[in-house]
């Protein structure tokens, strides 16, 4: 008996070796085509619609580059200006000191000046030889009512001597449309007041405060000057000063007691 030949099954898978994928290529040359018809779309739409953006952003670039630089040379302006009003306003402050301080000065040396006048006048060579003598008086109004008197006495008839006494004065003048005269002791309001003492070698101003009665408008002062051995009278007109005249006045006593301790 013939053996009966053996058959294999049929395959049912085959193995089929196929060449490369070329999907990923042509898929990344696509996106390349897009992105470069994108890119070509972009300019063309640019150069239609502004052709000059380029000029346009390079030119803006460059203004805010100055806007930049003129900002900061601005703020440096503003900084320089406050600096340079600040420095003006210390000059101004320090000139208006200095012209009141030349304005003080002037007006202490035109005292000076006339203390130095007044002083040569009494004691020069060339001045007239006088004894006792009131050379002045001026009455300055007070806070309250008072008057404060400045009177100045002088002699350089005797240069080695040393005048001494009291001073008295009354002041004469119209109250109620009458000639009126008030004493020594009303102006004190005191009838008993003793007279101012005096005590000099060339020069002496006496200082003090008296009250005027009400209604009444001093014309005349009569001064009395005693001695001791003999009275001197003067009548001097009524005269009004200030505060620079008293400030003059005062100068012109310090510089009596100098020139009276140096002769001392």
């Known amino acids: 008996m013939t053996p009966t030949p053996h058959r294999e099954p049929p395959a049912r898978y085959r193995i089929v ?8 290529l042509w898929l990344v040359l696509a996106l390349l085509a897009w992105a470069g018809s994108l890119v070509a779309v972009w300019q063309f ?6 052709p000059k953006l380029p000029e346009v952003s390079q030119a803006l670039g460059q203004a805010e580059g100055t806007l930049r630089r003129q900002g900061s040379e ?3 302006l503003r900084q320089r200006a406050a600096i340079l009003e600040k420095s003006d306003q210390i000059t101004r402050d320090a000139n208006k000191q200095i012209q009141r301080t030349l304005a003080e000065r002037e007006e202490e040396i035109a005292g000076l000046r006339a203390d130095v ?3 040569e006048r009494l004691v020069g060579a060339t001045s007239p030889r006088k004894g006792l003598n009131v050379h002045s008086s001026q009455f300055v109004p007070e806070a309250g009512g008072t008057w404060r008197y400045e009177i100045v006495l002088t002699q350089n008839l005797n240069r080695g001597a040393v005048s001494t006494g009291q001073l008295k004065f009354q002041v004469e003048g119209v109250q109620d449309g009458k000639l009126a005269v008030v004493d020594w002791g ?14 000099f070698r060339y020069f002496q101003q006496l200082s003090g405060s008296i009250m005027l009665p009400v209604g009444f ?3 005349r002062v009569r001064v ?3 001695t001791g051995e003999k009275t001197v009278d003067q009548t001097l007109a009524w005269q009004v000063g200030n505060a620079g005249d008293d ?3 005062v100068t012109s006593t310090a510089v009596a007691a100098t020139a009276s301790q140096g002769e001392s």
């Not at 739409?45 to 502004?50: G, N, V």
């Not at 009838?191 to 005096?198: F, K, R």
Request: hydrophobic letters at 30%.
């Open 45 to 50: 739409t640019r150069s239609i619609a502004a």
């Open 74 to 76: 601005l703020e440096e």
């Open 217 to 219: 408008t001093p014309q």
């Open 247 to 249: 400030a003059r006045a």
């Open 117 to 119: 006048a007044f002083y």
């Open 224 to 226: 009395r000057l005693n």
């Open 17 to 24: 070796r196929d060449g490369p994928d070329r999907r990923p």
């Open 186 to 199: 009303r102006l004190h309001q005191k009838q008993e007041a003793a007279g101012q003492a005096y005590s």
